[in-house]
Antibody
Framework: QVQLVQSGAEVKRPGASVKVSCKASGYTFSTYGITWVRQAPGQGLEWMGWVSAYNGNTNYAQNLQGRLSMTTDSSTSTAYVELRSLRSDDTAVYYC??????????WGQGTLVTVSS | DIQMTQSPSSLSASVGDRVTITCRASQGIRNDLGWYQQKPGKAPKRLIYAASSLQSGVPSRFSGSGSGTEFTLTINSLQPEDFATYYCLQHNSYPWTFGQGTKVEIK
C-alpha cells in the first residue's frame, strides 16, 4: 500500500533553515510528483509547490520563491523540502502529498515546524 | 492566480441531514477540482477527484458535481464521522489553490 512517512517535529530559531523529509513506499517513486502543503495553526491549507520525482522539475508558490527548495532522492524514494530564513509565520504543519496523475491522492502524516526565539 | 471562493465557512447540521458546500473559481478550471476532508490533527483525505469521481473507499453518500467555475460537494444523510472541515482544491493551473474551508459542526 502507498505510504508517505515524514520526519519528526522541528523547533527552529528565526533566520534558521529547516529540512523536512518524506519517505515514499508502495509505488514506483519516479512515476509521480510530490507536492508540499502547509497549514498554520487554526488556518487553512496552503499549496507550497511541487517537485517531479522523475526529473527534479519544480514549481513553487510565488510568496516562497527564493527561500524554498524541493528535491528528491530516487535511491531512497525520499522527497525533501527546505525552507530558509525562517520567520514566525512559517510555523505550521507541513504535509507532503503524492500527485497521483490528477491531484493529491496520498498524504504524509504531517510535520510540525515551530519557529520561535 | 485562480481564486477559489468556498461557502459557507461553517455550518451546523444534524445527523441525517443533507449538506451542500460550494466552491467558485475565479476563472474556468474545467473539472480540475478535488474535495478533501480533514479531521483535527490529521492529514487531509481525498473524497472526490475530477469534480465528480468518488475516491475508492469513500462512502457513496458523498458526491461532487460541477464544471467550469461552480462546484458542489454534497453529503447525503450526514453521519457522526462526517463532522470535519472540507476543502476544495483546483489543480488546473499553477499555483494550485485551496478554498478557505468549510467546518461542518454538530447542531
Amino acid at each position: 500500500q502507498v505510504q508517505l512517512v515524514q520526519s519528526g517535529a522541528e523547533v527552529k530559531r528565526p533566520g534558521a533553515s529547516v529540512k523536512v523529509s518524506c519517505k515514499a513506499s508502495g509505488y514506483t517513486f519516479s512515476t509521480y510528483g510530490i507536492t508540499w502543503v502547509r497549514q498554520a495553526p487554526g488556518q487553512g491549507l496552503e499549496w507550497m509547490g511541487w517537485v517531479s520525482a522523475y526529473n527534479g522539475n519544480t514549481n513553487y508558490a510565488q510568496n516562497l520563491q527564493g527561500r524554498l527548495s524541493m528535491t528528491t532522492d530516487s535511491s531512497t524514494s525520499t522527497a525533501y523540502v527546505e525552507l530558509r530564513s525562517l520567520r514566525s509565520d512559517d510555523t505550521a504543519v507541513y504535509y507532503c502529498a503524492r500527485r497521483g496523475g490528477l491531484d493529491l491522492d496520498y498524504w504524509g502524516q504531517g510535520t510540525l515546524v515551530t519557529v520561535s526565539s | 492566480d485562480i481564486q477559489m471562493t468556498q461557502s459557507p465557512s461553517s455550518l451546523s447540521a444534524s445527523v441525517g441531514d443533507r449538506v451542500t458546500i460550494t466552491c467558485r473559481a475565479s476563472q474556468g478550471i474545467r473539472n480540475d477540482l478535488g474535495w478533501y476532508q480533514q479531521k483535527p490533527g490529521k492529514a487531509p483525505k481525498r473524497l472526490i477527484y475530477a469534480a465528480s469521481s468518488l475516491q475508492s473507499g469513500v462512502p457513496s453518500r458523498f458526491s461532487g458535481s460541477g464544471s467550469g467555475t461552480e462546484f458542489t460537494l454534497t453529503i447525503n444523510s450526514l453521519q457522526p464521522e462526517d463532522f470535519a472541515t472540507y476543502y476544495c482544491l483546483q489543480h488546473n493551473s499553477y499555483p494550485w489553490t485551496f478554498g478557505q474551508g468549510t467546518k461542518v459542526e454538530i447542531k
